[in-house]
């Protein structure tokens, strides 16, 4: 018998994750694209990030935009026909383009999913937008706020009787639109093992971010949800998961939904028997000021150390700057600091291909020759003299 599970498992292979040899031209924009990309890379495929001449595209500095890890970065003009067909041959070779332009504007470019097919029909072309590729807003301007707008995800979200809370830019841009973006990608990729044909992903944040509200559908066709906002089990509706005030200005989150769980909330929060009995909705006002009441006694720190490892679903709400020394992440070492940056590692692990430490976003440009001359460009010196590519200054 072995002596561990770690017996069990089969020697990790140093291939820098699941992913390798698969390789990616990224046409660079901003937002769900560039975290689509990102994620292909940290699961180990080669990801070329074709940028426009002058700076980044996201305004966040190169250097520090987490967004760019783990890739190298080219600078092409795409207004030239010589860029566009540089690009091309770079396709040529690729597995997968990614690119997040309206819809139309790579056929205009020269570098629409024809254009890429008629030099290699085995190319996924991932196209991440927030209206999608039809429909009468497809031609519009557009932010992920916008999108859950219409999704009821962001109108679900928030206060009873306040006004919706912006979830950043999680539910939209990362969670409808660049996880969504990755699952069809990697999905078009296993069909064309079998059928050897490329085709198009249509990933489009309002589709996405619809598909992440389907379980609450679902409770509301069955009575178990109402339509407004703060008034249901999971948005703060129920005193039992939501949020509470310490001492010291800081929060506590609680999620202590099954009975077992509520009860050793109740016990180790210390309320009363009287005040804890939640059968009856009309009470429930009265048991959310004896929580809030309890939880503003002691700090965060005190709250934490009387839950921190029990089964009442009670956790202390960091920050971002906190979250990287909480002990579990910390020994899980969910954070790295790449480039004097600390970010979250890749996820999600592999038992055998593992990823590699993500490595620094790199200067635009900083790779423009040598990833002309390994895919095989022709003619890159006189590209570079003409200004149609650029590489960057090495210092």
Partial sequence: ??????????????????????????LAGIGPGPYAAMLLADMGAEVVRVERPGKGASGVPPLQDVTRRNRRSIVVDLRSPEGVAAVLSLVEQADVLIEGFRPGVTERMGLGPDDCWERNARLVYGRMTGWGQEGPLSKAAGHDIGYIAITGALGAIGRRGERPVPPLNLVGDFGGGSTFLVMGILAALWETERSGRGQVVDAAIVDGASSLT????????????????GANMLDGGQPWYDT??????????????????????????????????????????????????????????????????????????LSFGEAAEHPHLAAREAFVEVGGVTQPAPAPRFSRTHAATPAAPPA??????????????????????????VQADPS
């Fill in 364 to 389: 635009v440009g900083a790779d423009t020759r040598a990833v002309l001359e390994e895919w095989g460009v022709a003619d890159v010196g006189s590209l570079l003299e003409a200004g149609v590519v």
């Fill in 244 to 317: 509470y005030e310490t001492s010291d200005g800081e929060h506590m989150a609680v999620g202590a939904l099954e009975p077992a769980f509520y009860e050793q909330m109740v016990t180790l929060l210390g309320l009363p028997a009287e005040v804890a009995d939640r059968s009856d909705p009309k009470t429930w006002p009265r048991l959310r000021d004896a929580m809030a009441e309890a939880f503003a006694s002691r700090t965060r720190a005190e709250w934490t150390e009387v839950f921190e490892g029990t089964d009442a679903c009670v956790a202390p709400v």
């Fill in 214 to 229: 389907g379980l609450l559908h679902g409770m509301m066709s069955a009575g178990l949800w109402r339509d407004k906002r």
């Fill in 1 to 26: 018998m072995p002596e561990s599970v770690d017996a069990l498992l089969p020697e990790a292979d140093s291939t820098g994750g699941p992913l390798s040899g698969l390789k990616v031209v990224e």
